[in-house]
Structures are given as structure tokens and as C-alpha cells.
């Protein structure tokens, strides 16, 4: 029975398994990285770029601050599919510390698809033009730095804005968004999200995050093997 009780314990130990991050812009103004990592953070996207016109302005900031304070991170890209091609918007950010190398601290570049800031929600694009433009800006990040990037976004907004298309699944990472105490459905073609932001605010900086996995599954991610 006692063995019984361990094994069962082990295995909901493995299947719960998450490691703390965090999502920060310049919106959290400065932020005490060794502080953030000492309170249990372990990895974090860090906003770089948003089209082909702003730079986050404490981008190297917390980038250098996380590392220094040894938390693995990674650069996002606000999209802004009406404004320009996937492919100029995938060289602005890797351009702008958008970029990967297999030093096991460098998750994927996150490419953040999401709700337009205002008016309507898919940015005016056809869901064929959306795919589209999601193909090229993966596409081009992967010819540039050998990784395909992570993908933040909403199940709604997948659906209402791709057509509920499948495909991304096998190349990108799912970075998912979801305010909740459950995951709830992914978009089309997930079976696992590798990345969760289950809210806008919390005990940490940013929006708070978990990985879906251990610490090592995590370095693994980060070097991309
Ligand atoms: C963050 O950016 C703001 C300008 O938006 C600047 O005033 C501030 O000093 C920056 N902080 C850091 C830590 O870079
Ligand atoms: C950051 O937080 C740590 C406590 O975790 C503190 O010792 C340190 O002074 C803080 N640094 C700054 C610049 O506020
Ligand atoms: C989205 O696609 C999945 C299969 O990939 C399907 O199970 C689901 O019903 C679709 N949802 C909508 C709203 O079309």
C-alpha cells in the first residue's frame, strides 16, 4: 500500500511538474531581477519589438538583468500583420534581440498574435492572409536563426482570425493565453501547450507564466533539442 501511495504520489509529482516565468514590457518599468529569481522565477519573454517601428525601451535592460540574475528568457514580437510582411517583421526583431542561440539561457523568439489593439480583431486580414503571414514570419525567423518561434496567442483568437487553422503544431511552440485555473481548449492542431500565461498580474512582475514541464525539460527547450 505504502509503495502503492509513493508511486501514485511520484507520478501526479511528474504529471504537475511546472517551472515559474514571467512576460514583461516596458510597462513594468525597472525590474529587480535578482529579486524576481530569488522569489522562485525561473524563465522569462522579454517584449523587444512590436512591426518594424518600436523598440521596447528596457528591452536590453531585462534582458541583461535576467541574465545576470541566471533566469532563462527569450525576446517577443508584437505582431502588426497589417502593417507590413511576416518576413520584414521576423528581420526587425531578430534584428533587435529577437534572436536565438543554443547557449541553453535563449528560449525561441515568441511571435505574440493576438486581439488588434484597436478596431477589428484580425487586423482587417483574411484568415488565408493571416496564415499566410504567420508561414512567412516563421518562416523567415527559422531561416534566420535555426529555430521556429514560439507562438502566443488565445484559442479565440486563433479561431475567429486563422479559420481554426491547424499545422502549427509540429513547428512551433504553443505559448498559450489563458486567464483560468485550467488550460481549457487549444487551438486547432495542439494536443500541449509547452508554454501557459494563466494571468495578467500576480506576486511577480508582468503576466505570470508557467512552463509545462521540469526545469530540465525547459533547458532542453531553451537549446532546442
Ligand atoms: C525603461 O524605459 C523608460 C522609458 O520608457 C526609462 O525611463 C527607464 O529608465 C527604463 N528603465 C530601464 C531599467 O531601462
Ligand atoms: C534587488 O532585490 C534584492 C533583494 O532580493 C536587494 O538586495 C537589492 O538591493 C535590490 N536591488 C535594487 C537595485 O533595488
Ligand atoms: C477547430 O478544429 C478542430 C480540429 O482541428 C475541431 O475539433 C474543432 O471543432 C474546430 N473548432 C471550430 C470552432 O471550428
Redesign the pocket.
Known amino acids: 500500500m505504502m509503495k502503492l501511495l509513493i508511486f501514485l504520489s511520484s507520478v501526479i509529482t511528474v504529471a504537475l511538474a511546472t517551472v515559474q516565468g514571467i512576460d514583461v514590457s ?1 510597462f513594468q ?2 525590474i529587480n531581477w535578482s529579486s524576481v529569481r530569488s522569489s522562485g522565477v525561473r524563465w522569462a519573454y522579454i517584449k523587444a519589438t512590436e512591426g518594424t517601428t518600436f523598440r521596447d ?2 528591452f536590453s ?1 531585462n534582458y541583461v538583468g535576467a541574465t545576470n540574475a541566471g533566469v532563462i528568457r527569450g525576446a517577443y514580437h508584437f505582431a502588426h500583420p497589417d502593417s507590413s510582411s511576416g518576413a520584414a517583421q521576423a528581420n526587425f526583431f531578430v534584428d533587435h534581440g529577437g534572436g536565438w542561440s543554443a547557449d541553453g539561457i535563449t528560449l525561441p523568439g515568441a511571435l505574440d498574435i493576438e486581439y488588434a489593439p484597436s478596431g477589428n480583431i484580425c487586423y482587417g486580414l483574411s484568415a488565408s492572409a493571416m496564415v499566410a503571414w504567420i508561414r512567412d514570419f516563421s518562416n523567415t525567423y527559422h531561416a534566420r536563426t535555426g529555430r521556429f518561434p514560439a507562438i502566443y496567442t488565445t484559442t479565440d483568437w486563433w479561431r475567429s482570425c486563422t479559420g481554426n487553422a491547424s499545422g502549427f503544431q509540429n513547428d512551433n511552440p504553443l505559448w498559450i493565453a489563458r486567464y483560468s485555473t485550467a488550460i481549457g481548449t487549444l487551438p486547432a492542431g495542439y494536443t500541449v501547450a509547452s508554454f501557459w500565461q494563466y494571468a495578467d498580474s500576480g506576486p511577480f512582475p508582468g503576466d505570470q507564466d508557467r512552463w509545462n514541464g521540469d526545469l530540465a525539460g525547459l533547458q532542453r527547450m531553451a537549446r532546442g533539442s
Open positions: 516596458h518599468g525597472s525601451p528596457n535592460a
